[in-house]
């Protein structure tokens, strides 16, 4: 069927360039795509913009409209795939950097240019494909973790249950559904790497366009027909003799106990909604809701709104329905960091559609441009140097200039409000708290005539409102709750009970911690994805963090199969070990520092949330489950 041509001039004209070069040189096999005139030179959480001369930009168009022409039309065949030293130039040439050592491999697989990645399960043999059909696995969640676990349970033909506690699969982007909900990742990177969207609407999709995409995902690969809704795990008891998980579920018709060889937990770390423990909460008279729960049946219109909170949430919703109520006050513990980002809510332009659609490895080097602007990214900007003398407000020299940047971009948002520029700018360094994207609608949203932005801490919560502690009190219609989740409550509320009668959570004493995020020791063939210390800051999507994981958990499975084993757990040493390197790890990064208090660190103190290091790091680590590192027991050890 032959391509209509009639947008290409368009679409050229939206084309992030340095990859369209790349792609052509896919097409046509001549490295000379790659002219170093063409070169980008990129500037921080910018769109992408290049840095190339306009009339360079105008060259490099008209030439890719006669190469492109030439292929849609059948006047010259794709080019073979190119080999690696010229795959490494091409890297090079779209990241506008010369790719570092210990890279190559890495990003190479993330392109997956033959089609093929290390994520993708190899049970290929007889004697694995046969040993695959005696597992048995159950997966916690529907959400974008228990959906990636199917299909790739699916490819290596292990058997397996999801229980799901809600009616549909989606999970967080089920759940929340306040308005103005989106990703702050954008969606060429925030999706499946082998699953893309040629079609995304915008950069940074709203929540029902993400649904609809994780639906439709589901949909492609059948994982409705292994999953059972509305159904949580209550209980899970370690059964020795036998090897198995022994899991009670609460059903909509009563309780029912479920067994399994291996539990893959994909229940996330912030589906929670965690409530201010404020004196007379429950007292309040009007509609009160987390933003995570939203009372769709609540007309907030020409109502007096209270928000308590002021995170990622609330950054979002509070914009959106500033201009509809009659009053909005917005309580602030503490200000988040808003990281300019101008097209946060804009289209994707439909010319760029078009190239992703019908220009062959366009989609795959546009997600390498924006996979390596955060591979590394941001990251040193976070770093805490051990010599620093400066202000407590950073932990750097280059975290003092990024946050001379970023505040600068904020006060320039509201000129004539210095008093409002003066609460909204935080006194913590750049990273040590969730950071959010800026279009500018926040600072917005806070100038308007009825909203008023209170710094002043709350003492209680009446039936009419909400009393400050210096003694003022505001009535209010409704109360909206945007105070994030219980995010160190890693597996809550499920009891687990594992080798002689350990109590995981009793064991983890509020500290959770796994080996890699997702195995700990004493509760065998028990799996976790975005566990403990696998969250990340800066630096990418999550989505690659659980492929990362899925993999890595497959590979326990295939070393299960391979070796005949039934159970496996990581040595006590290999988890200690590793958990001090990632303590260390966070020391040196902003969420770190002794003088920063968030989400990120647990009751303990400790910073039990995030990744510390690089992409890379996490992706080398979780390659393949190495045998010295576990545990493995036969059934004959077991019974005897």
């Not at 795939?81 to 091409?90: F, L, N």
């Not at 699969?169 to 954008?186: A, F, I, M």
């Not at 597996?491 to 064991?507: E, Q, V």
């Not at 499975?557 to 958990?579: I, Q, W």
Request: proline share 7%; glycine share 8%.
């Amino acid at each position: 069927m032959a391509v209509d041509l009639a947008p290409l001039d368009q679409a050229l004209e939206t084309a992030h360039l340095p990859a369209l070069s790349a792609a052509l040189v896919h097409l046509t096999g001549d490295l000379g795509w790659l002219r170093p005139e063409w070169r980008p030179i990129y500037t921080p959480l910018s769109r992408g913009e290049t840095g190339v001369s306009e009339a360079e930009q105008a060259k490099m168009r008209a030439a890719a409209k006669v190469a492109i022409t030439d292929y849609l039309t059948g006047k010259r065949p794709m080019a073979p795939i190119p080999g690696p030293d010229a795959v490494r130039q091409m890297m090079s040439f779209v990241a506008g950097a010369d790719i570092p050592d210990g890279y190559g491999d890495f990003l190479s697989d993330e392109l997956a240019l033959d089609g093929h990645s290390s994520k993708d399960p190899n049970w290929s043999s007889p004697q694995l494909k046969a040993a695959a059909r005696r597992l048995n696995v159950l997966v916690v969640g529907a959400g974008m973790s228990g959906i990636l676990a199917a299909i790739r349970l699916t490819q290596a033909g292990v058997p397996f249950e999801i229980v799901d506690k809600n009616a549909d699969v989606g999970g967080t982007w089920l759940e929340n559904t306040y308005p103005g909900c989106r990703v702050d990742s954008s969606n060429h990177m925030y999706s499946y790497s082998f699953e893309p969207n040629h079609f995304w609407p915008q950069h940074f999709s709203t929540q029902p366009v993400l649904l609809d995409y994780f639906r439709g995902v589901a949909a492609r690969h059948d994982v409705k027909k292994h999953v059972r809704f509305e159904t949580t795990v209550e209980e899970m008891l370690w059964d020795e003799p036998r090897a198995v998980w022994k899991v009670r579920l609460k059903t909509p018709s009563g309780h029912e106990q479920v067994e399994a060889q291996a539990v893959i937990t994909a229940v996330g770390q912030l589906n929670r909604p965690r409530y201010p423990e404020i004196k007379g909460r429950e007292r309040f008279a009007g509609a009160a809701f987390h933003s995570a729960e939203w009372r769709h049946d609540v007309d907030l219109t020409g109502k007096r709104v209270a928000v308590i909170g002021t995170g990622a949430s609330a950054f979002q919703f509070v914009p959106e329905i500033a201009g509809k109520v009659a009053s909005l006050t917005v309580f602030q513990r503490t200000p988040p960091w808003g990281f300019p980002v101008p097209h946060y809510h804009e289209d994707v332009p439909d010319g760029m559609n078009w190239l992703m659609e019908h220009v062959p490895f366009y989609d795959k080097w546009y997600r390498f441009w924006m996979f390596w602007m955060v591979t590394d990214g941001l990251l040193p900007m976070v770093t805490a140097d051990p010599a620093w003398k400066g202000p407590p407000t950073a932990v750097s020299e280059l975290n003092l200039g990024f946050r001379e940047m970023i505040a600068q971009a904020i006060a320039a948002q509201a000129p004539d409000r210095p008093d409002l520029i003066a609460k909204v700018i935080p006194t913590y360094p750049v990273g040590g708290k969730r950071s959010l994207l800026d279009n500018g609608v926040w600072i917005e949203a806070l100038k308007r005539d009825n909203v008023e932005l209170v710094t002043e801490g709350i003492s209680e919560i009446t039936p009419q409102g909400v009393v400050t502690a210096d003694g003022q009190a505001r009535d209010f219609d409704v109360i909206i709750y945007g105070t994030g989740f219980y995010a160190s409550k890693f597996l809550w509320p499920m009891k687990i009970t594992g080798r002689d009668g350990a109590d995981l959570h009793a064991r983890w004493d509020g500290d959770a911690r796994a080996y890699l995020g997702m195995t700990t020791p004493g509760f065998p063939n028990l799996f976790m994805i975005y566990g403990p210390n696998t969250n990340i800051v800066v630096n990418g999507s999550i989505i690659f963090f659980s492929e990362c994981s899925v993999r890595y958990i497959l590979g326990c499975l295939k070393l299960l199969a391979e070796t005949g084993s039934a159970a496996m757990e990581p040595k006590r040493e290999v988890h200690d070990a590793f958990n001090i390197k990632v303590d260390e790890g966070n020391s040196l990064m902003a969420w770190g520092a002794p003088q920063v208090t968030s989400w990120y660190k647990n009751e303990k103190g400790r910073v039990s949330q995030n990744w510390p290091f690089a992409l890379v790091d996490y992706w080398r680590a979780t390659l393949a489950p190495d045998p010295k590192d576990f545990v493995l027991t036969k059934s004959a050890e077991l019974v005897g």
